[in-house]
């Protein structure tokens, strides 16, 4: 089941001076088994969108529901539809509160009222997927850790929770990059073999390319773009910039290089397909 | 990315410059944070000179030790073991600090939390006016930094208004109004969008030529790190490599065993090389990348 948004509108500090329109009538279907990817400038409205989905914000105008079911009718409801939405935020270090990493991993699965058994097997399995290790991590304080270790903490206590649908706000922000090919990767895989529903929201172009399968442009606080990943990012790559967007470097030196010649084909959005393109059309020379 | 490439060729020219001129040294520095694991530094004996008016990209994996060393650079962390020097000052005199404060201005990586001010100039003039100056001094001083950072025209309005990279270049003009030797950037541009990050990249490419100013910058964008004169990287407390960033992102397997990556067109140029294609060493930007393969065929 989806996460639905019907016709949902929400302004910062209405009836002040400083009011501000962040979403302006947005209609979309996030789907079971997703990878959806939310792309747009700073300010489009994104974070605003996706604290629409586990009920942080409540629509002015229109309605959410996950699972068919609508939030914000009373706590109950809303408590149980939280768990199944996992959100992790643009500052994760704000959401780190305990006084060790492991209870601060552990607090949502210890609220959800699981054994301490399951627990524990949560907290390790989280942390494989952050790359934290659980002996030299779990008993520090979670302040003690360099930024990109509290980014890692902050993730793993939402995996922990087993989320049906996992919102990601820039998750890869001070990761190094090794650690985030990693990290994605893993969740990339548990997406594919679970069919766990991913909402990742990037400035990454690459990330996006390599990952989503669908692709949602974001301008002033409405939808612009909705489609595949190769049909927003690769046949609308002349739009991009309209929307303060850049194609992924990929996509650039494709379509730079075809423009000199090359018979380069529009799949080609990753450095993967992109080396074996060339490779093959330089054997082809060679050959002749 | 725009590409602002170095002059400094040669690891050989690289140390030269640094030795001829140093503003900041670190001599055997060692650093454990209290009630981290022992044994387990976050500091394990660094060396290292940052030449005067040299651009310096500081990498590594999470927890290798950049925000630690760079805390030591303006004397909000003092060496556990080893020194370090700023513009001759040992950072662990007292009567140093306040001088050393003033050579060292540090930007750090949330945009949100740096401004003070209800307007932008007032932010800007927040670090002169504790330093005592009179006020026209302040006034040429802001005007100075507004100018610098392409923030004139926002001077009258409220910081939390801005854009992300607008914010960033704002945090950037208030250390510049203390008109620091040295700046120093803690991953600056990690939570901005392309556009913003650009932005501040520019500023820093110019604020390095036009003003020559010192820039040490840790980053995690490899992109970024290739803009550098000097790329830094940092593994477990120490530093692994240091040298010209298309030598140091020629070797695409020793950066990944240290937690990194090469920007894309090295990585395509490896990958290319790898599968027989002869692709000459040292290729950065996407244009490079352009014209070795159309030289190719
Ligand atoms: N306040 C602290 N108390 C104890 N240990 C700390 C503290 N701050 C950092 N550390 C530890 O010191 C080491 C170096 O941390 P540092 O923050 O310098 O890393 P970093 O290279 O900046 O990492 P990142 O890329 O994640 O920002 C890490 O092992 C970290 O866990
Ligand atoms: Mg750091």
Known sequence: ?288 | MTNFRLDIKTRQQLAAATVRDAVIVAEGLVYEHDGAAAGHPALDGVDLAIGRGQWVALVGRNGSGKSTLVKHFNALLLPTAGRCWVDGLSTDGPENLWTIRCTVGMVFQNPDNQSVAAVVEEDVAFGPENLGLAPDEIRRRVDEALTVTGLGEYRHHAPHLLSGGQKQRLAIAGVLAMRPQVLVLDEATSMLDPQGREEVMGLLARLHRQERMTIVMVTHFMAEAALAQRVVVMDGGRVAVDDCPDRVFADVLRMRELGLAVPLPAELAFRLRQQGLTLPAGVLTEKELVGELCRLS
């Open chain 1, 1 to 288: 089941m989806p996460i639905e948004l019907i016709d949902v509108s929400y302004t910062y500090m209405p009836r002040t001076p400083f009011r501000r329109e962040a979403l302006r009538g947005i209609s979309l279907t996030v789907g079971d088994g997703e990878f959806l990817a939310v792309i747009g400038r700073t300010g489009s409205g994104k974070s605003s969108l996706i604290q629409h989905f586990n009920g942080l914000l409540r629509p002015q105008r229109g309605r959410v529901t996950v699972d068919g079911v609508a939030l914000h009718q009373n706590r109950a409801i809303d408590k149980l539809l939280r768990r199944k939405v996992g959100v992790v935020f643009q500052y994760p270090e704000h959401q780190l509160f305990a006084e060790t990493v492991y209870e601060d991993i552990a607090f949502g699965p210890i609220n959800h009222g699981l054994p301490a058994g399951e627990v524990e097997q949560r907290v390790r399995d989280a942390m494989r997927v952050v790359g934290l290790d659980f002996g030299e991590v779990a008993r520090r304080s979670p302040f003690s850790l360099s930024g990109g270790q509290m980014r890692r903490v902050a993730l793993a206590g939402v995996l922990a929770m087993r989320p049906q649908y996992l919102v990601l706000d820039e998750p890869s922000a001070g990761l190094d990059p090794a650690g985030r090919r990693e990290i994605l990767g893993k969740i990339y895989r548990l997406h594919r073999r679970h069919r766990l529903t991913v909402v990742l929201v990037t400035h990454n172009m690459e990330e996006v390319a390599a990952l989503a399968e669908r692709v949602m442009v974001m301008k002033d606080g409405r939808v612009v773009s909705d489609g595949s990943t190769r049909q927003v990012l690769v046949e609308q790559a002349d739009r991009l910039p309209e929307w303060g967007l850049r194609p992924p470097g990929v996509v650039r030196i494709a379509a730079e290089l075809r423009r000199r010649g090359w018979p380069l084909p529009t799949e080609v959005m990753t450095t993967g397909s992109l080396a074996r393109a060339v490779v093959s059309i330089c054997g082809r020379t060679d050959a002749e």
